[in-house]
């Protein structure tokens, strides 16, 4: 709901307020944003006092000498009238000159949500559930218009918010910055970013804010691992606001604490290298910002943006559509494979109850490692004789859906799409360009490339007759330049790529309306709202292991759901860390996301291959819940505690299932407690842990003591021991209330701690899990 009385503009959701005025100036302060307010509000309360002024700073003008911009909470800010903090629009015109002030000049509100223009992607929703508030201000001197647009989300608690900007006068001008959204805070904060690299990405970090500027950005063309574009402040009353963009490229997302305690917030556009020129009639409009507060802390905003995403973000036939458990052939193979190696995979896979067949790079071209054929979308026939049809075919006569693995924006030199169009690689002329993973990036913003890869695309895609693509890109940008003549200058070559990249990825969806696409970008590099409008789930990490994902996981789930989240089951030791996990450790940790698995099943012994049946069996009954519920972080990866606890639950909560790991074994530990809030108060539950398999291995030579013969550690007849038995998990079944579980918690069997073992002991190890069912019985 939004409404205008007098002065005050009032956005208000099911559960929060946010309030603005216009000063005598035209100008707009911001006052409020928080728990929602039912009662009239009084603006004298909430406005900045101005009786006198303050020295150092400057004051608008001399008809209002007491009004210092520079100590204004405002709605969106300029330079040169003496707000001296990071501003929201930065526009060069006339032999550089920069100063702007911009009034308001009319606003209106609207049932519904307009839609965006030029390409962009957004978030949408019915007129039941948005209301839209566009407010124009006008350049007091020049023939500018800025349109700001504010849309709430009632049910959600999120209001989106994005710039556009119109050139009304005859000359050109240059956009040098312009923020999708600003909002000025009160009060002390602590921000909270999701940071990291390849295999590591999205680390919650976290940091007290005093006075300055904190910059959390992409410059690499992509939202990028380093930083994502989601960001959190939090304060001591456990308020939190989060923050998010809607794309896919350069994003800077700007933390001010000014000398006077107020906190300003900006995202949009990385303003780094950006540039665009702003001819007379023409219009530029940001993408679109996601905001919301919670008063429940980082738990309340999450939680927000997770329905906000399910419900306005992720669209087609698979929003809300349980996805399938897939194997990808990647770490199983890499690019040594044959038609007979994929189908022996494939055949084992739909035994073991695996829905979905993905067939990863060196399928195409004359691929047999890295260094060619990106660019050429055809079979590679000495691999694959019988051709992608025919694969395709196989595979969903065994009763699964088939997929394939592309990487479209990117050309090997060594590749006949090279060979016949050099210029369709991006590189400056005269320049030896960067190279990552020995191959280059496709020049999007020109409509010949894209013409070129939808129809090469298109055209493979129906002979395979694929169910599912992941869509990957495994380089960031170097070396910017183009031939495209509509460009006026470098400073728009990577937002103009992202326009590129969202028209060809509208095109296919539309082409291929009931294909699962999943995004990729050597691994989580390109996990941001943007790719989500298309692809409603995306790869992680390419890093698997259990213990590294409850890190990864845990980070990106602050900003984006469980059913985004693509997660591997693979082999151990792991391919990026060496590190030797349990199989279902790695299950537990991989069910709280888009289940799969990336291994050899050829090579899995008896006891391995039961294990994962079971696993699939159990994923498959509770997946609604493990890709839909309502997640909870209750001890966390991210922090100095030894051990994580994470749950999910139904909507009704008559359902839970709560992860329960450890990242270190401890000799005689004490007892644990698992305690979780997530409960219904005034429900009966019964709860009880995933019966899994215990490797006899992790005993080691301790077999020795109740063995007959003599067990060598490594030897043959330990591992054909191995092969034939494993040992049940411990049994435990407990009766209760909710509220005993969320007040005083239950305390779990005791770990084996060094001396004895019963089938009561639980036995977890290094990087050790449970996964315990919560169900309601009353």
Known sequence: MITNKDRLFNLSTKRTTYLFAVTETGHLEHLYWGRRLTKDVSIDAFAEKRSIGIIGETAYDSDHPTLFLSNLAMEYSTTGKGDYRESSIDIEYQKGLRTLDFTLQSFRILKGKPRLFGGLVESYGDHEQCTTLEITLREKLLPLRILLTYT?????????????????????????????????????????????????????????????????????????????????????????????????????????????????????????????????????????????????????????????????????????????????????????????????????????????????????????????????????????????????????????????????????????LYKNHPDWMIAIPGRTPGVGRNQYILDLTREDVRRYLFETLSKTWKLADVNYIKWDMNRVFSDLYSLNPEMANHGEFLHRYVLGLYELLTKLATEFPAVLFESCASGGNRFDLGMLCFMPQTWTSDNSDALSRLYIQEGTSYAYPLSTMGAHVSSSPNHQTLRRTDLESRFNVAAFGVLGYELDVTSLNRQQKEAIKAQIAFYKAHRSILQYGTFTRIKLANSASNQVVWAVASKDRSELLVLFAQKLNRANPGGDILRVHAVDLN?????????????????????????????????????????????????????????????????????????????????????GSRIYLFKRID
């Not at 604490?257 to 300003?264: D, E, L, W, Y």
């Not at 013969?709 to 490594?714: A, D, K």
């Open 152 to 416: 709430t989300f009632e049910d959600t608690d999120v209001i989106t918010r994005r710039t556009t900007l119109h050139n009304d006068g005859r000359e050109s001008v240059v956009i040098r910055n312009l923020a999708s959204a600003q909002v000025d805070l009160e009060g002390s904060w602590e921000l909270v970013t999701f940071d990291g690299a390849w295999g590591r990405e999205r680390y919650v970090n976290r940091r007290e804010l005093k006075p300055g500027i904190y910059i959390n950005d992409s410059k690499k063309g992509v939202s990028s691992s380093d930083h994502n574009p989601a960001i959190f402040l939090t304060n001591e009353e456990n308020e939190c606001v989060g923050f998010n963009l809607v794309y896919s490229g350069n994003h800077r997302e700007l933390v001010e604490v000014s000398p006077f305690g107020k906190t300003r917030v900006m995202t949009g556009i990385n303003p780094t290298g950006f540039s665009w020129t702003l001819t007379s009639g023409e219009r530029f409009q940001t993408p679109e910002a996601v905001m919301t507060y919670s008063p429940h802390g980082l738990e309340g905003a999450s939680h927000n943006f997770h329905q906000f995403i399910n419900h306005h973000i992720i669209r087609g036939p698979w929003k809300f559509r349980e996805r399938p458990i897939l194997i990808n052939n990647w770490e199983a193979t890499y690019f040594n494979f044959t038609e007979d190696k994929i189908l022996k995979l494939a055949r084992e896979s739909a035994e073991l109850g695996i829905e979905l067949f993905v067939l990863d790079d060196g399928w195409f071209g004359v691929r047999n490692d890295d260094t060619t054929s990106l660019g050429d979308w055809t079979v590679n026939s000495k691999k694959l004789p019988s051709g992608l049809g025919y694969i395709s075919s196989q595979i969903k006569k065994m009763g699964m859906l088939f997929g394939l693995w592309v990487e479209p924006e990117m050309v090997s030199i060594q590749s006949e």
């Open 683 to 767: 429900a009966t539950y019964e709860v009880f842990p995933r019966q899994q398999k215990i490797d006899i291995k992790v005993f080691g030579d301790l077999l020795n003591m109740v063995s007959p013969v003599h067990i060598t550690e490594g030897g043959i007849a330990q591992e054909t021991i191995s092969k034939a038995l494993s040992l049940d998990s411990e049994v435990e079944h407990y009766r209760l209330s909710g509220e005993q579980i969320a007040f005083g918690g239950i305390k779990l069997n005791q770990q084996f701690g060094g001396t004895g073992y019963d089938s009561m002991t639980r036995v977890l190890g290094d990087f």
